[in-house]
């Protein structure tokens, strides 16, 4: 009975959750989302927005980093948009991670290879 109702619950969350219309700041406070596919990366001044699909989602789902730390941000949004453009062009061959981090340290993005 405890299961059937911890699954009702989790997949009206999914459901919930899955209709996202605007781009999400990844919250300091949750692991960093990883991309297993890139459909599309924005740049709005210094935040990096990218839509896909997340590790374990069947959806696609639009998220946005930026640096905040002063003097980073040029830097940090263009080195974030290569690596999702480049996860972009070679889909399932590499995991795309975005963290957002506190105000007091940057936020990274993070490319990595899957080994077939």
């Given amino acids: 009975m ?13 459901l919930l959750a899955g ?54 941000q040029p830097a940090f949004a263009q080195n974030c948009q290569q690596q999702a453009l480049l996860a972009m062009a070679k889909p399932g061959q590499y995991l795309l991670e975005l963290y957002s981090a506190g105000s007091l340290t940057s936020s990274t993005c993070k490319l990595t290879r899957v080994n077939p």
């Fill in 19 to 72: 209709g996202r219309a605007s781009a999400q700041l990844v919250p300091p406070a949750y692991p960093a989302k990883v991309f297993v596919t890139v459909d599309s990366v924005q740049v709005v001044e210094y935040r990096v927005v990218v839509t896909g699909i997340l590790q374990g989602d069947a959806a696609p789902s639009t998220y946005s980093v930026q640096s905040n730390v002063a003097g980073t």
């Fill in 2 to 14: 405890r299961k059937t109702i911890a699954a009702a619950l989790t997949a009206a969350a999914v």
